[in-house]
Each structure stands twice: as structure tokens, then as C-alpha cells.
């Protein structure tokens, strides 16, 4: 640190920090451009309408002139989604998308499925990525099990006779980004990546629910195809174990 420096009148805003790693402290105090890069545009989704940019001006990095990058998405998590699913086969057009605000909290999600057989839904609270997932995301997944299971009851989607469909054949091929913020988040796991507030997990149940099930009634065409992909799941995973009974019976 320093003594403040009082620099000449100006019209801009802002505040310039320099950072400068210690050797004795940290591990290495070489950082790479593109681990910072990815976490800046990270950034950029989970904040929806900011620029942030972001240069290497290190000589033995950049042999042509500073490398910079700048992030900006007007549209945030549903640009997130975009940019995950970017090559991969939607299987409905739309992206889902939708906020609320509580008491203390907030919650934004975005999400689409596509064709592939396997989920990516990454969740975040106050920016922080909690790869261990928490009570937002288990709030998420009762809410969207629920729902789809209800709809496809109410639109003769499913019949009597068949099972409710699991919540691994629902989330297969989707691509969902759940973001909160909390006035006091509280992190568990030996990374501290696991969100434990338990008034998270109600929250985001109650909000899915309610934001989820009005797409479908407006977008009736769309949730049968969604319905239509996890039926195409859970019949694969009978057919599997029934598959898997018949090879230990013979054997």
C-alpha cells in the first residue's frame, strides 16, 4: 500500500487498483491470461449489460502488442445458455428465462434443452460458483421435476399406467444457469463451493415453479417437446435395465 495520491479535476469515475503477487506467499506469480479471461466473461453473464475488459501487457506473453478482451451480454444467463449450447441441437427454440426478487434474495435462471444426453447446469451464488451445487439447485430440480411430471399428467402426455418420469430423465440434455444472491450466503464443503442456506432452497422451488409453469401454458408446443425428450429417457433407461435383468438371468 501507499499514501493516496490526489490526481488532477476530472469528469471520469472509477478506481484503479495495482496488485502486485508476492513470491513468499503465493505459489506461482505467473497467472494465465486465459484462466482470468474465462472468469471475467463468467463475470460478464452473471451481470447482465457490464463490460469488463481485460489485457495482458506482459512482453513475454504477447509478442504482437497487448492481448485484450472484452465481455459484454445484454442478455446475461440467457447469453450464458447461448453460448454453451452453441454447438449442440436445441431440442425447443426458445431459452427459458426469468427473475424474482424476495426478502434478502434474489434469483435469476436461464435454460434449454437440446438433444444431447447429458445435463450442464452450473449454479452460482453472489458470483461465486458453487460446483458442488447447495439448496438453490436442489430447489430447482424438486420445482422442475414436479412441474414437468404435472404437466404431462394435465396434457395427456403421459398415461395413467406409465411411471413419473425421474428427475435424471427430465434434466437430460439440459443446459441451466441458477444464480442467487444472498445478503448472508452461507458455503459448506471442504471448498467452501456447496451453498447450505436453507430459505435458498423454498425460494427457488416456489420461484421455478411458478415462472416455469406459466412458460408452459404459453408455450404449449415447446413443453411437449420438453415432455417428449424425458419420455425418450426414461424409456432408454427401462430398456436398459431390463436389458441388464435378462443378461443375469441367462447367466
Not at 472484452?70 to 426469468?98: C, M, Q, W
Request: glycine share 8%.
Amino acid at each position: 500500500t501507499g499514501e493516496l495520491v490526489k490526481g488532477e479535476s476530472t469528469d471520469e469515475t472509477g478506481t484503479q487498483i495495482t496488485f502486485w503477487p508476492d513470491g513468499d506467499i503465493f505459489e506461482t506469480t505467473t497467472f494465465s491470461f486465459e484462466t482470468l479471461a474465462r472468469r471475467m466473461q463468467e463475470m460478464a453473464f452473471l451481470n447482465k449489460g457490464l463490460s469488463i475488459t481485460i489485457r495482458d501487457e506482459r512482453p513475454e506473453h504477447t509478442d504482437g502488442g497487448p492481448t485484450v478482451n472484452t465481455f459484454h451480454y445484454d442478455e446475461g444467463l440467457s447469453d450464458y445458455v447461448r453460448h454453451i449450447n452453441a454447438k449442440k441441437e436445441p431440442a425447443h427454440a426458445s431459452i427459458i428465462s426469468f427473475e424474482e426478487e424476495g426478502e434478502g434474495i434474489s434469483v435469476e435462471i436461464a435454460m434449454q434443452w437440446n438433444q444431447s444426453y447429458t445435463s450442464s447446469v452450473h449454479t452460482f451464488a453472489n458470483t461465486i460458483n458453487t460446483a458442488e451445487g447447495g439448496t438453490h439447485e436442489e430447489g430447482f430440480r424438486s420445482a422442475l421435476t414436479t412441474l414437468v411430471n404435472r404437466y404431462a399428467r394435465d396434457q395427456k402426455l403421459l398415461r395413467e399406467k406409465d411411471d413419473n418420469l425421474t428427475g435424471d430423465d427430465i434434466r437430460e440434455g439440459l443446459t441451466a444457469i441458477i444464480s442467487v444472491k444472498l445478503a448472508d450466503p452461507q458455503f459448506e464443503g471442504q471448498t467452501k463451493t456447496k451453498l447450505g442456506n436453507t430459505e435458498a432452497k423454498s425460494f427457488v422451488q416456489k420461484v421455478t415453479n411458478e415462472h416455469l409453469r406459466d412458460w408452459f401454458e404459453r408455450n404449449p408446443g415447446e413443453a411437449k417437446d420438453i415432455v417428449s425428450k424425458a419420455s425418450q429417457a426414461a424409456r432408454a433407461r427401462v430398456a436398459a435395465r431390463q436389458a441388464r435383468d435378462l443378461t443375469r438371468r441367462k447367466t
